[in-house]
């Protein structure tokens, strides 16, 4: 599609050039004119005549504005569209913490795809993942960007009108950059950061005055999430105990003092007060219990946001109550949803339907202004974060309408990447959510990740696999494969790839997900011939499938991510090839007579047990150290 762009600027003519392929676009003086305006008031754009037009206030309006209308034009006739955007700030947190490090040109394809979605500002959640000159142990051999990268990404978000944030913590979530030995001072716990000791806030400073010549944006987030324990460790030896209320005050105080002294406007988590003002805390996050009485509120140092994240409710009213506990603080909060994505391989859309949809309704019913989504990594970085798109589309939508539905999604996600993503990525969701998980998967079970690396003899998970299931699965997972493998070859690089590795996954599910139940009933059963066969014809295929996907896997991660990072999933790789090959030796010595019994295979198999959870046979999540073995990994 030829156009000619009149009245923009030279900087926004180059960023029409970074998006042209995606677009399908090409910039040409004979091509269909569109008179760009920029004023305030709602984006418009519409085509009458053969004569185009964009209305557009802030830059990211305008691209977002430009993939509506190549949409709309490539319909044919006349059209007319008006969008009222809903937040000021709306966009992503990408976590770069948990071994995947993404490179700096896969930063720079999701900014292109934030864009043309709208989506206006981006944070990469580095705990230790970026440089910090006085302290070489920082981020260590973990892929850490350079201050030159990261300007150079900034730079380029720019371009397109999308705010940078720096993402640190300043309490807890660090078990990294505290297991060297020059934090031995200035730690409370393994993760968490000593409070009332200087040695800290120098520290703390080092990585907020980095965050500060990084990047142009004003604003940091400083986290100080989760962190249970603090004052419970190191402070309580040297301390006593005090109210912890009282030391998370302090804490916050000194800090904000650092990001005063560099102008900065900061943002933390805010579960820890919700925690820490709870009368009876009983696993809540956000306990609505909490003691917000005028007098508490008055303790906590000013000039702070605080961003509310919840991963969790499936209705707007539990939601708008929190949204209001929130304005005891003084402010207006943000609100940080989650595309489920973490301690999984596959991305878990129905929750992130279930909980996204009513998070972010009732944010525009309460008059919030500022949302953004998360996508964790937590256990390893098992999924591709460019699985995330579909539901980045769903926060961009709600930033701009009112109604959003799969429909419209669907189509929107094809005009903002130029491919038909949404079906896939969405579908994904069914490797684990299989006949035998809840619908819409709400208690996050984790199937394909349990399924692949439990291990052929223990079998930590077969307790969940009755004979139906049994019958299900491997057709089941052979039929995702094949689903994935038609994908694929619809699908560019990088999508080619992420596919390629979905097929190699449920090709080893089809023949891995039930072996280990099948191998210890011929066992009960004293059927030596079965077993001889397992381990002469399946397990060396399953070997091999293993290794393809490994190989997959690998290829999918040096197109995203660095390389550091890749070696933990190298080990667990290894670790399954290297235990389907035991259990293969195990079973010959037990029928060639070399041992008259195999324990592992005699022990009962029980349910995975987890407290909270329903009964649903396969509703498990869990994370690698306690599927592939019940006693220490480490």
Not at 17 to 39: K, P, R, S
Not at 265 to 293: E, K, R, T
Not at 459 to 465: A, K, P, S
């Amino acid at each position: 599609m030829k156009i000619h762009l009149n009245g923009v600027t030279q900087e926004i003519s180059q960023g029409v050039a970074q998006l042209a392929d995606m677009l399908g676009l090409q910039l040409h003086n004979e091509g269909l004119t569109i008179d760009v305006i920029q004023e305030e008031g709602p984006l418009k754009v519409s085509l009458s005549e053969g004569q185009g037009r964009i209305q557009y206030q802030n830059k990211i309006h305008f691209y977002r504005a430009l993939g509506l209308f190549v949409e709309h034009a490539k319909e044919g006739g006349s059209f007319e569209v008006t969008e009222q955007p809903r937040f000021d700030f709306n966009g992503t947190m990408l976590d770069v913490s948990r071994n995947g490090v993404m490179t700096t040109d896969t930063i720079k394809q999701f900014i292109r795809y934030m864009a043309v979605m709208g989506l206006n500002g981006l944070m990469m959640y580095t705990e230790d993942t970026y440089e910090v000159e006085e302290l070489p142990y920082f981020g260590y051999m973990r892929g850490r960007y350079t201050v030159e990268e990261l300007r150079d990404c900034d730079d380029y978000a720019d371009m397109f009108g999308i705010e940078m944030i720096p993402c640190i913590q300043t309490l807890g979530h660090l078990p990294h950059a505290l297991k060297w030995d020059y934090a031995s001072q200035i730690k409370d716990h393994n993760d968490i950061l000593l409070p009332s000791e200087p040695k800290t806030y120098e520290f703390i400073e080092q990585m907020i005055g980095t965050a500060a010549k990084t990047f142009r944006s004003k604003r940091i987030h400083i986290g100080m999430d989760e962190a249970f324990q603090v004052g419970l460790g190191r402070y309580l030896r040297e301390h006593g105990f005090r109210d912890r209320f009282e030391i998370m005050n302090e804490h916050v105080s000194k800090v904000l003092e650092i990001t005063n002294k560099y102008e900065l406007h900061p943002m933390i988590w805010s579960d820890m007060y919700f925690n820490l003002l709870a009368n009876d805390y009983q696993g809540h996050l956000y306990n609505p219990n909490a003691n917000f009485s005028d007098e508490n509120m008055d303790k906590i140092p000013e000039g702070v946001q605080f961003v509310y994240w919840d991963y969790g409710k499936g209705d707007e009213a539990s939601y708008e109550k929190i949204y209001d506990m929130h304005l005891k603080f003084g402010s207006l909060p943000i609100f940080a949803g989650g595309i489920h994505m973490w301690n999984s391989i596959v991305p878990n859309y129905g929750k992130t339907w279930t909980i996204s949809h009513p998070a972010l309704r009732a944010a525009k019913n309460k008059g919030l202004k500022e949302v953004f989504s998360t996508a964790w990594g937590d256990n390893g970085n098992e999924t591709n974060h460019l699985v995330i798109l579909a539901g980045l589309q769903l926060f961009a939508e709600h930033g701009y309408g009112d109604d959003v539905d799969d429909e419209h999604l669907a189509k929107r996600l094809k005009a903002c990447t130029g491919l038909d993503l949404f079906e896939p990525l969405v579908s994904l969701k069914y490797m684990d959510e299989v006949p035998g998980v809840d619908e819409g998967n709400h208690w996050m079970a984790n199937t394909s990740k349990f399924l692949l690396w439990q291990d052929l003899m223990i079998g930590l998970f077969d307790g969940h696999i009755g004979a139906e299931t049994e019958s299900m699965l491997p057709g089941y997972y052979a039929e995702m494969e094949k689903k994935w493998c038609r994908c694929k070859e619809t699908m560019p690089t990088p999508f080619h790839e992420l596919f390629a590795c979905y097929e190699k996954l449920a090709a080893v599910l089809s023949v891995k997900s039930t072996l280990g139940v099948r191998i210890k009933r011929h066992y009960d059963a004293k059927q030596l011939g079965e077993l001889t066969s397992i381990v002469s014809d399946e397990l060396p295929k399953l070997i091999s499938l293993v290794e393809e996907l490994r190989l997959a896997n690998r290829k999918m991660w040096m197109l995203t991510y660095k390389a550091f990072g890749w070696e933990v999933l190298d080990i667990r790789y290894g670790g399954l090839k290297a235990r389907i090959q035991s259990a293969g030796d195990r079973i010959l010595d037990y029928v060639e007579g070399r041992v008259s019994t195999l324990e592992e295979l005699d022990a009962e198999r029980l349910i995975f047990d987890q407290s909270g959870v329903p009964t649903a046979p396969l509703n498990v999540n869990a994370t690698y150290q306690s599927i592939v073995t019940a006693n220490a990994l480490v």
